[in-house]
Every structure is written in structure tokens, then in C-alpha cells.
């Protein structure tokens, strides 16, 4: 049996300053011979969101909010 880990696991660890490689092999460490990955579902999400984040219009609207803190 394996684990699939939902986007909200990555997203967390993000925020954590933790990249997917090193959850991943964390998981891997602490559950031993349990194989761990992310649906394909999880993963077009995550490449969405990095698109997201790198497009000059968001960098710009990160700007603004973080000036109207």
C-alpha cells in the first residue's frame, strides 16, 4: 500500500520553507518501505501556481499589496 499526498501537504511545507524533494524524502524516511507520491492532479496544480507566481503581472500585484500593508 502507498500514500498520496494532496497539494495542501506541499503547500504547507512551502510555507514552512521546505521544498517537495525534501517532504518527500522526510515522508519517505519516517513511514520506511511505504511508497509516497502526489497525483497527477496535485501536480498540474502546483506547476499552476508556480506559473502563477512568476508572471510579471503577480509580481507586480505582490508589490502593491505589500506597500498597502
Do not use: F, W, Y
Request: net charge negative; hydrophobic share 40%.
Amino acid at each position: 500500500m502507498g500514500l498520496i499526498l494532496d497539494s495542501s501537504v506541499l503547500i504547507t511545507a512551502e510555507r514552512q520553507g521546505k521544498n517537495a524533494r525534501q517532504v518527500l524524502t522526510a515522508m519517505s524516511e519516517h513511514l520506511g518501505e511505504v511508497e509516497v507520491g502526489i497525483s497527477v492532479v496535485t501536480l498540474i496544480e502546483l506547476a499552476h501556481g508556480a506559473a502563477r507566481a512568476d508572471t510579471p503581472d503577480r509580481k507586480s500585484l505582490d508589490k502593491n499589496s505589500s506597500k498597502n500593508c
